[in-house]
């Protein structure tokens, strides 16, 4: 299992890269053609339509809403995606959409439906400074400092700019909470699980 | 008496029962007379001339989403044969369907007016939201008038074959119907809506009951069409209202809601592009 990134051929990096985000972009108007079908509902997710649990991220109210999104995922992808595996990456997004979901559904029992990406960002954001902190690249920290002080705002009180004039709907802020505090845990999960595989099987190992 | 004398009497007698049948008929039909079916919301709510308490200064709290009930206002008397309850259940399931898709509106009840009839006032309104757990109600109330008239075909009734062919009556219906949507903890009323129709037909005197049937029912349903039209705009301009004058109406949103969720804020997209450039001038300064 590799969970660093090791390859220095840029390139072939930037094409994966796009190609990566290509298909992302692609299963995100998917998810946008046919909302009612996968948006996270929890009745319809106690009732079995498990598969909510991680397509409700993908769909959107409508296009600014996936727009903004996106450009998010572009530049979170720009900034991190350089720092761990394709692998990594994958595993890490699920568990935190899980997460999330699961957060929903057992904290969150009064939300009956949700949709968005912007959870999974807060958790991937978290995971790729966690990796820049561990570079030493300490400006990372205060970007840390930054997001935990929004992520009080928005619980606590309320952000100057309101989000849900601009999508057309409330922000569930606990998304963002939920993904945020996912992301620091999985991040931390997968340094555990590196160490103690790299201790076994040796640096080289696959 | 010839027997020419007893032809001509026996026609007569004949013509005599046949037109006084046709017209025993046409007046158990009701001919040239006006028929009325009508529920009073203000009727309802202050029976036997109750006056309105003092408008108290509450503000209306809308806790969205809402639960809305929706029914018809009772007929005054129990004698009005107006629409059935399954006609008004059809009606206000075609009104449900117009407003179930919008974002702020949990669930909408039908309410079947036999819940509402046996009390009046407001504490009748209190008891069904209670029971449904309503935020807001919709009382529909209605006014319907036909005339049936007839025109110089039906002179031709007494004949019997003109009563079957000839389509000597005339059935005009006026309905009116309003929609009054009020808050059920303030009992305030937040916004109305009407629909009018008019409908009129011609038919021979034997169909003349069934046509009316059918033109009271049609109008009935064009006016709800009118009035959920009408109601949309309505919306549209209390939304307005209330964006506008804040203090008048207080909108909250229950916990969790908003269901849209996940969307980035401008703070964390400046401070990821702001980090992107960072991290740019970084690498290619090593």
């Known amino acids: 299992m590799q969970l660093t990134r090791r390859s220095s051929n840029i390139g072939a990096e930037l094409d994966r890269f796009s190609i990566v985000l290509a298909l992302v972009t692609i299963f995100l108007g998917f ?3 046919v909302p009612a079908l996968f948006r996270y509902e929890r009745s319809l997710v106690i009732e ?21 999104n996106w ?54 954001f978290v995971i790729g400074v966690v990796g820049e902190l561990r570079k030493g690249r300490w400006l990372f920290g205060f970007a840390l400092l930054v997001l935990v002080g929004k992520l009080i705002a928005e619980n606590l009180a309320t952000l100057p700019v309101d989000m849900s004039r601009f999508i057309g709907a409330n922000v569930v802020v606990e998304a963002h909470l939920y993904g945020a505090i996912s992301g620091g845990l999985i991040a931390v999960l997968m340094m555990v699980l590196n160490a103690i595989w790299t201790r076994r099987f040796g640096d080289n190992s696959r | 008496m010839s027997k020419i004398n007893c032809q001509i009497a026996l026609v007569i007698v004949i013509a005599v029962f046949t037109a006084s049948c046709t017209d025993v008929w046409h007046q158990l039909q009701g ?55 399954a ?48 935020d807001v109600i919709a009382l529909v109330s209605y006014d319907q008038v036909a005339h049936v008239d007839d025109n110089n075909l039906s002179i031709l009734y007494w004949s019997v074959i003109g009563a079957y062919t000839l389509k000597g009556s005339l059935n005009e219906v006026q309905t009116f119907v309003d929609t009054a949507i009020f808050d059920v903890k303030t009992h305030k009323l937040l916004f109305r809506a009407a ?40 919306l549209d ?11 008048e109406i207080q909108v909250t949103h229950r916990s969790g809601y908003s269901g849209g969720g996940g969307a980035l804020d401008f703070i964390l997209l400046a401070l990821l592009a702001c980090l992107v450039l960072f991290k740019r001038a970084w690498t290619t300064r090593k």
């Not at chain 1, 998010?72 to 994958?90: D, E, N, T």
């Not at chain 2, 009073?40 to 639960?67: A, F, K």
């Not at chain 2, 059809?90 to 117009?98: G, Q, R």
């Not at chain 2, 301009?237 to 203090?247: D, H, I, L, Y």
């Open chain 1, 71 to 124: 450009l998010g995922l572009v530049l979170i992808a720009q900034l991190f995606i350089s720092l761990y595996s394709y692998l990594y990456w994958l595993i890490s997004a699920l568990l935190c959409l899980l997460a999330i979901s699961f957060g929903f559904l057992f904290l969150n029992p009064e939300l009956d439906w949700y949709v968005g990406l912007s959870g999974l960002l807060h958790g991937l």
């Open chain 2, 31 to 85: 001919g040239s007379v006006r028929h009325g079916v009508s529920s009073s919301l203000v009727d309802y709510l202050y029976p036997n001339g109750e006056v309105p308490p003092e408008i108290e200064q509450q503000t209306p709290n809308l806790n969205l989403p809402l639960r809305v009930g929706l029914a018809f206002v009772p007929t005054r008397s129990s004698r009005d044969q107006g629409l059935s309850e």
């Open chain 2, 87 to 134: 006609s008004k259940n059809l009606l206000l399931e075609k009104v449900k369907a117009s407003f179930a898709s919008q974002e702020f509106i949990k669930d909408i009840q039908v309410i079947p007016d036999t819940y509402l009839r046996s009390k009046t006032g407001f504490q009748t309104i209190d008891q069904v939201a209670r029971l449904y757990g309503l």
């Open chain 2, 237 to 247: 301009r209390f939304k307005e209202k209330v964006k506008q004058n804040e203090g």
């Open chain 2, 195 to 234: 629909g009018v129709n008019s409908t009129e037909g011609s038919s021979t005197l034997v169909e003349s009951v069934k046509e009316m049937r059918e033109s009271k029912a049609k109008s009935f349903s064009l006016a709800m069409s009118d009035m959920t039209t009408n109601l949309v705009a309505e």
């Open chain 1, 31 to 33: 998810g946008q053609l």
């Open chain 1, 48 to 68: 079995g339509e498990y598969w909510r649990l991680v397509t409700g991220h993908f769909t959107h109210l409508g296009w600014w809403h996936l727009l903004l």
